[in-house]
């Protein structure tokens, strides 16, 4: 079997799905590959090709996700540029329950603690487990967009797929 010639971190925002009234966010990230290479390199070791791409597209996702609760709390969109500010009335409430008004959207923690993967020999996806977070984060997104990849991470995330596949 031939290694895949594109490993994905799956990660855009779809938006609603009108028959499920469903939010769906997803980012998308491609990492091109010399398949036959790595192919050669895994067939040498003596390593299952299908365990070795799942377990690094795996890892190589959890880091994404570690990539954009950093840079979210820095108040950093992946485009680059700080987040816009909260509206007033928005500021005070967060004042009023001891929040800070540094827009990282992180209110209880729940939308970002949401965020998860999930890894097949073909792809890897970063998602929302609850819809109420998918809701959320594709509100936010619209305002701040922090889910997704800029290019820099996404050359951070394809030596770190190569680096884990092993």
Not at 121 to 132: E, G, S
């Amino acid at each position: 079997m031939a290694l895949p010639i594109i490993a994905r971190i799956g990660a855009s925002v779809l938006g609603k799905d009108k028959k499920k009234k469903q939010t769906k966010v997803n980012v998308s990230v491609e990492i091109g590959s010399n398949a036959k290479q790595v192919e050669k390199r895994l067939r040498k070791a003596g390593k299952d090709i299908n365990k070795a791409v799942k377990r690094a597209l795996s890892i190589t996702a959890q880091e994404g996700i570690n990539i954009i609760e950093r840079r979210t709390a820095q108040s950093v969109g992946f485009k680059g540029g700080k987040f816009t500010k909260y509206s007033p009335k928005y500021a005070r409430f967060r004042r009023f329950k001891g929040r800070t008004n540094k827009p990282n959207l992180e209110f209880s923690g729940k939308m970002l603690g949401a965020m998860t993967s999930k890894a097949d020999r073909k792809k890897a996806t970063i998602f929302f487990t609850r819809a109420v977070e998918a809701k959320k984060a594709a509100g936010n997104n619209k305002l701040r967009p922090f889910f997704g990849f800029n290019r820099k991470e996404e050359k951070k995330l394809g030596d770190i797929f190569f680096r884990n596949i092993k």
